[in-house]
């Protein structure tokens, strides 16, 4: 009687989709971009720390804002690339366990948890530096409520990471339990 395995030998590699080629290559490009991205801000946030120490040549630059709002702006958006950089790394290792043909591995369970804890703490960085950009850019003599723009799909969007984290964990438990059943 002839049985077959449950999961093939590991020398024997499933054609991944075109698809999941195409995502690894995207991934890859906004990798990139992403760096590019955070240099620049980098960059710029050097630049507007110059103009607060009172560096002549570069405090006239600016004109419709304080060299301390755009150090403020600058960080938050160096910020908010170094949370989306953590997720494009976390997505780009489990594009590879894809092109594998072993998706369910514990390390993609933690792989997803780290991107919605990353897009958890990003969404709270936004919340509270749009909260110090507003109150800074208040006048004296303003005193008004300042209004912060809750997304509560983004909150639905980590409640369906942390929905995808256990199924992941729980399918890489069951896949171990399986290996081992005789």
Not at 58 to 74: G, Q, R, Y
Not at 96 to 119: C, E, H, S, Y
Request: proline share 3%; with cysteine.
């Amino acid at each position: 009687m002839n049985v077959e395995t449950l999961y093939p030998d590991n020398e024997t590699v499933p054609n991944a989709s075109p698809a999941i080629g195409f995502l690894n290559i995207l991934l890859t490009i906004i990798w990139w971009g992403g760096w590019v991205f955070l240099a620049l801000f980098t960059l710029l946030s050097v630049y507007a720390g110059l103009g607060m120490l009172g560096v002549e040549s570069v405090h006239k630059t600016f004109e419709n804002i304080t060299p301390f709002m755009a150090l403020v702006s600058s960080v938050s958006v160096v910020i908010v690339a170094a949370v989306f950089l953590i997720i494009i790394k976390q997505l780009r290792d489990i594009c590879k366990t894809l092109l594998t043909g072993d998706p369910f591995v514990p390390q993609n369970a933690t792989r997803l948890r780290t991107i919605w804890m990353a897009v958890a703490a990003g969404e709270i960085l936004r919340l509270c530096s749009t909260f110090v950009i507003s109150r800074l850019s208040q006048s004296a003599e303003e005193i008004s409520v300042v209004a912060t723009d809750l997304r509560i799909y983004v909150w639905f969007m980590v409640l369906a990471l942390i929905i995808l984290a256990e199924v992941f964990r729980e399918g890489a438990r069951m896949r171990q339990e399986a290996k081992l059943t005789v």
